[in-house]
């Protein structure tokens, strides 16, 4: 069996790219300042990148699947230019009071597992980063380091870090990407 990958799963909305709501259009789609920079870093550092987020926009009639892929192509085309590949995205379309219950919605872990099994992933050795306790929570059930990014909604959530505490801290991205 071949060794086992360290990957950094990454939520997209207010960790790679700015926070808009319910991102419904390519053309919203702003880079965090340091994003695409960080993205470079964690590459060259040995790590998959994989984008796993919730878009319960669909579910709620808000935008596409097919819009949703137009905001991934764009994504994906803008991180070649500067030569980084994601090495994956998944996406969990399902909202709770929508479309029932489902297992890739975080804080379940369908998306992790998938990614676990597709790309044979040491979850141990592997960083959960999001802006959200919600990402926390996930990262922390699948076993996986986790880190909450001051950007998005960060800030926020940081003043309501109770029962579940991120592993790191940092500003954003970035500052994560550099000091790992």
């Given at each position: ?86 090495d994956d ?65 960060g800030k ?25």
């Amino acid at each position: 069996m071949s060794e086992k990958k360290r990957a950094i799963f990454l939520d997209r909305d207010g960790v790679i790219n700015k926070e808009v709501g319910y991102l419904s259009n390519p053309n919203n789609f702003k880079f965090i300042e340091g994003s695409i920079e960080a993205l470079n870093i964690l590459k060259q550092k040995g790590f998959l990148l994989i984008v796993i987020t919730n878009q319960a926009g669909i579910a709620r009639g808000f935008f596409t699947e097919e819009t949703l892929r137009a905001i991934h192509d764009k994504l994906i085309k803008r991180l070649k230019q500067d030569g980084i590949e994601l090495d994956d995205v998944y996406y969990c379309p399902h909202h709770p009071d929508f479309t029932g219950p489902c297992d890739c919605r975080k804080p379940n872990l369908g998306m992790i597992l998938k990614a676990e099994l597709k790309h044979n992933i040491d979850l141990t050795n592997s960083y959960m980063v999001g802006d959200t306790l919600n990402d926390i929570q996930t990262g922390k059930a699948a076993i996986c380091k986790t880190v909450l990014v001051l950007t998005g909604y960060g800030k926020e959530e940081q003043k309501n870090i109770g029962s579940i505490i991120p592993d790191m801290i940092f500003k954003n991205l970035k500052e994560f990407a550099i000091n790992i």
